[in-house]
């Protein structure tokens, strides 16, 4: 038992180093990348990216978690190979029935998306760098099942610096356009292609068997609302923002976007370890005192974060970005707060998870997914960009609340909700007050104002006394 414990410990560091690597490797570049780009131009780069990711959610369509089920539902090698044949195929499939749609529609398609039927060349491309990457997935998931970590996140973080050189070489040496970064990508995904088909040459052996495949999809399709349900939430508002704003809007609000996602670096790693935590725990006395003082420190944590990310954003954009996207500092903070209220909803649902009652954290993303779409459609006219970030906002707090209410129900923890919102509800004030004295170029003092009055709110809270109340009763 030692071992399988030191063995989850070794892979899980290896898997948060390169979560962290990527996504270094990703902010890195992002000021890059827009140095070349003019903002309608990254504004491009954002729409045919978030589409693609739209596509590999089709293309996927939940063999993922199938594909994991069967393969250790089974100790036959060569049924575990039928699996892997009949995933790879499937999704190999998908990506050929969307070629098809390109080569009928494809000037059609680019007018749609990108207001221009002269992008067809880029969707080819976009289509091609998917074809390989659906390849390198299915590899790098049964290296993960194999338990080949190693190689795992060799493969991956240098993909990812390979994506990052030739992207950049392109940029500065073949066009600074979309065209030159996104023929980066392609290359470096036929470069990983070369260098791991001795690895996935029998996955690539062409099978079909319809009783396999039929059996992979009955569990798969169930699964498949739920990632469309994510994908329109974390997306639709770009579109938004392009029908009724611009494409140099929708690169602005792209780097915010990006940017925001760097609170990952530090919730990743808790995210990686909190499922294996709370079910080692759940069992005890005082297990939920535990999880009491984790939601309140955590909270705590967050807030204190975005406020930090909306005090040096404006920092940020001016020494590493273009003064054309300068703007998107108003919007970062806010964003990190969503991205962090992502994460925060997979702690507070502890319940749900040991109840095995989480079809409702489906059921609910699926309102929220309808609410988001809603609420652009209202807001991102009026507002533009802030109104995008109001409705993911909205969004988020809407699923955090009824997620966190429905896992009290099942498992009891003893943490104050009021206390909770009180604390949202005064970082939201005092990020707002520090956006605001920044938009208005008032004095650093006004920040230290809103800082003053956040710390004067936690304080007039007595948060101090959850933590306090629980350790004293988890020593009981």
Known sequence: MLSQ???????SLLYAFMNVGTKLI????????????SRTQYGIVDILDRWTSMLTFLVIFG???ALSFYYYETKDEKKRLSYVQNVMYFRLFVVAVLFLFVVVAGPWISERLLRSPHYVD??????????????????????RFEFQTKKVVLFTVFKMLLVAVLSYVGLKFFSQTPAGMFMGRLISSVVIFVLMLRLTWKYLKFRIEWPVLKELLAYAAPLAPTSIAFWVIANSSTFFIQHFASLAAVGVFGVALRLAMMITLVTSGVQMAWRPYSMSVKDKKDSPYIFAKIYMALLLLGLVGVMVIATISPWVMK????PEYYEAYQYIAFLSCVTFLNFYYLIISVGLFFKKETGYITRIFAIAALLNIGLNLVLVPCLASWGAVIANMVTYVFAVIFIFQKSQQVYYVPVSFAKMAFLFVSMVISTSAIIYVQE?????????????????????SRVDREFRRQTALGDL
């Open 440 to 460: 208005k170029q008032m004095s650093v003092l006004f920040i230290l104002l809103s800082w003053a009055y956040f710390i004067i709110m936690a304080l007039v």
């Open 26 to 37: 990703a902010f890195v570049m992002l000021p890059v990348y827009t140095d070349f780009l």
């Open 319 to 322: 020494t590493f970005f273009k």
């Open 5 to 11: 414990i030191k063995r989850l410990g070794a892979d």
């Open 63 to 65: 063999t993922d978690s």
């Open 122 to 143: 880029l969707l080819y491309v976009n289509l091609f760098t998917l074809l390989l990457d659906t390849i390198f997935v299915v590899a790098t998931t049964v290296m």
